[in-house]
């Protein structure tokens, strides 16, 4: 994809000196304006209806942050949901593994702001943990029930995958009851899953699903 994309843009130098010129001397013929419609004066963010993707969305997404853990091996990233409004954050235990010797984490609010946290405490059987930062007044994602869950329930994940902050993708509930292993070093299978479709790539862990 990189050589086609300077291919073009070789192509496009030759081409492009030719293009200005002529533009230039049919400056006066340009438009000055191509009439494109613009935004009503005092327009608002357009509603979506309760129940929506982009409503559900709207709702999750101040309550997801981005995690940053930077340790002598190098840089992780995850996501993690608010927990309670005091600053006490959900994530999984292998986002923050390295906050245990010492890492520095980072956390990314919704708004862009940034706080230093500390961990608070981690499981590593069951993947989780808990950092905390010094702020309060946050929004908590208010948790759902896992017993009302059935096998096609619309689903939607919400994360950072890939550094890419803020980003939902949407799936079903496709199975229920998965045993999942915590790590490479569980020997048990302790995680009573619910498996879903929806996009997840790394940097999505500890996100909303």
């Known amino acids: 994809m990189s050589a086609v994309v300077a291919l073009g843009l070789l192509a496009g130098a030759g081409g492009g000196a030719a293009a200005y ?8 013929a340009r438009p000055a304006d191509a009439a494109l419609p613009k935004p009503a004066a005092g327009a608002t963010q357009v509603e979506r209806p309760e129940g929506s993707v982009a ?10 942050v981005s995690i940053e853990v930077r340790a002598q ?16 954050i959900l994530t999984n235990n292998h986002v923050v593994a390295e906050a245990a010797s010492g890492a520095d984490v980072t956390v990314t609010f ?11 405490g981690a499981t590593p059987d069951y993947d989780l943990a808990v950092i905390r930062v010094k702020e309060k ?4 994602l208010v948790l759902g029930d896992s017993d009302e869950v059935v096998v096609g329930d619309a ?26 292993k915590a790590g490479e070093a569980a020997e048990a299978a302790f995680i009573d899953a619910i498996q879903t479709d929806a996009a997840i790539n790394p940097g999505n862990s500890g996100g909303r699903s």
């Open 110 to 120: 919704s708004d862009g702001h940034e706080q230093p946290a500390e961990l608070v």
């Open 55 to 64: 409503a559900i969305a709207a709702a999750a997404l101040p309550s997801v």
């Open 137 to 140: 007044g946050l929004e908590p």
């Open 73 to 88: 091996q190098g840089v992780a990233t995850g996501s993690g949901m608010i927990l309670k409004a005091d600053g006490y």
């Open 21 to 28: 010129a002529l533009l230039e001397s049919q400056e006066s």
């Open 155 to 180: 689903v939607l994940a919400v994360g950072s995958p890939l550094g890419l902050e803020a980003t939902v993708t949407t799936g079903i509930v496709s199975a229920l009851h998965r045993p999942v």
